[in-house]
């Protein structure tokens, strides 16, 4: 694959825009906003995957070193360069956004995704615990954004209940994927929750997390935000995230972490599609 695709992470961005279009699919509705907020989530996601692999390229040569830049595919500076316009566009999105509907909730979010995103990939990620919520916040904030470039009540308050579930499985997921790196993290002296609380008490506080989802998706069918489709297809969903959960209890080693944030992000898109479906 082209380098510069690569590093933009394809999978996750296309994931986070379709979190957006499952907003839009939920209020039945398709405008320039919520076209402009796909777009704004795709430049910011981008940006913010490339300035995690500027900042981290010392530990992806240990945990990630097939990466565009570790790999030498790609130069430093070009990539810090490369996430700076990637940050221009996704915030030009975002005033677009506010500009049209005369709402600057859109463009504040944009600009403190930004700020987030940096920060985030410069210090936050080795800071135990707040890297992982920051990202699952993050995650869950794509959701909400959606729904505030909608901008009608009923959408910002079901765009922000979709966000809560995102941030907690995401959270989850980050901790699993901080147990999955904790070798090349423990060489850089990141101070990852993991490394320093033990790798059991991290499976467990994962654990915790996906129950917490998995017991509460159930609301939004009594809610009324989805119909019975939903209950279906989300129970799909809800035990492939029990047994994740269940093996990174029984054992916390790479190899079964990298299955564990596997299963759980296929488990997110199986959510998606019960989203889609439940919308009708
Ligand atoms: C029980 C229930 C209703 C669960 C639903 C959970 C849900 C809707 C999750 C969706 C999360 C989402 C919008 C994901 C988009 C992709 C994304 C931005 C993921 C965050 O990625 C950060 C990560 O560290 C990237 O790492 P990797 O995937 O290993 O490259
Ligand atoms: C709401 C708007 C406008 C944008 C949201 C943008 C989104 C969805 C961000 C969520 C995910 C996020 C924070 C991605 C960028 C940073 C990133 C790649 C974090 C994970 O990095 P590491 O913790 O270093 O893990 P890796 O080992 O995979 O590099
Ligand atoms: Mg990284």
Same mark, same amino acid.
């Given at each position: 694959?082209?380098?510069?695709?690569?590093?933009?992470?394809?999978?996750?961005?296309?994931?986070?825009?379709?979190?957006?279009?499952?907003?839009?699919i939920?209020a039945?509705?398709?405008?320039?906003p919520?076209?402009?907020?796909m777009?704004?989530?795709f430049?910011?996601?981008s #940006?913010?995957? @490339?300035?995690?692999?500027?900042?981290?390229?010392?530990?992806?040569?240990?945990?990630?070193p097939?990466?565009? &830049?570790?790999?030498?595919?790609i130069?430093?500076k070009t +990539?810090?360069?490369?996430?700076?316009?990637l940050?221009?566009?996704?915030?030009?999105?975002?005033?677009?956004?506010?500009?049209?509907?005369?709402?600057?909730?859109?463009?504040?979010?944009?600009?403190?995704a930004?700020? &987030?995103l940096?920060?985030?990939a410069?210090?936050?990620k080795?800071?135990?615990l707040?890297?992982n919520l %920051? @990202?699952?916040?993050?995650t *869950?904030?794509?959701?909400a954004?959606?729904?505030?470039?909608?901008?009608?009540? /009923?959408?910002?308050?079901t765009? &922000?209940?979709? *966000?809560?579930?995102a941030? @907690?499985?995401t959270? +989850?997921?980050?901790?699993?994927?901080?147990?999955?790196?904790?070798?090349?993290?423990? #060489?850089?002296g990141?101070?990852?929750?993991p490394?320093l609380? *033990? %790798?059991?008490?991290s499976?467990?506080i994962?654990?915790?997390?996906?129950?917490l989802d998995?017991?509460?998706?159930?609301l939004l069918?009594? /809610?009324?935000?989805?119909?019975?489709?939903y209950l279906i297809?989300?129970?799909? #969903?809800?035990?492939?995230?029990i047994?994740? *959960?269940?093996l990174?209890i029984?054992n /916390?080693?790479t190899? %079964?972490?990298?299955?564990?944030?596997?299963?759980?992000?296929?488990?997110?898109l199986? #959510?998606?599609?019960?989203?889609?479906?439940?919308?009708?």
């Open positions: 694959m082209n380098p510069y695709i690569e590093i933009l992470r394809p999978g996750n961005v296309i994931m986070a825009m379709i979190a957006i279009i499952l907003v839009a939920v039945h509705s398709i405008s320039i919520i076209i402009l907020a777009l704004a989530v430049f910011e996601i #940006a913010g995957n @490339v300035i995690n692999d500027y900042f981290d390229y010392k530990i992806d040569l240990i945990n990630k097939e990466r565009p &830049i570790p790999s030498g595919r130069g430093l +990539a810090r360069n490369y996430a700076y316009i940050f221009l566009c996704g915030t030009i999105c975002g005033f677009l956004i506010s500009y049209l509907t005369n709402n600057w909730i859109p463009f504040i979010i944009v600009l403190c930004d700020i &987030i940096y920060i985030y410069y210090k936050l080795s800071t135990p707040i890297g %920051t @990202v699952g916040f993050m *869950g904030l794509c959701f954004f959606g729904g505030f470039s909608i901008g009608t009540p /009923q959408m910002i308050y765009s &922000i209940f979709l *966000g809560f579930f941030f @907690v499985m959270t +989850a997921r980050e901790i699993t994927k901080d147990i999955e790196d904790i070798e090349g993290d423990k #060489a850089e990141a101070k990852t929750f490394i609380y *033990g %790798t059991k008490i499976a467990i994962t654990f915790i997390l996906i129950i998995c017991v509460l998706c159930p069918y009594f /809610q009324h935000i989805f119909s019975i489709l297809i989300i129970s799909i #969903a809800v035990i492939l995230f047994y994740a *959960g269940i990174l029984r /916390q080693n190899e %079964t972490a990298s299955k564990v944030s596997k299963y759980l992000k296929i488990g997110m199986i #959510a998606f599609v019960s989203f889609a479906i439940g919308s009708f």
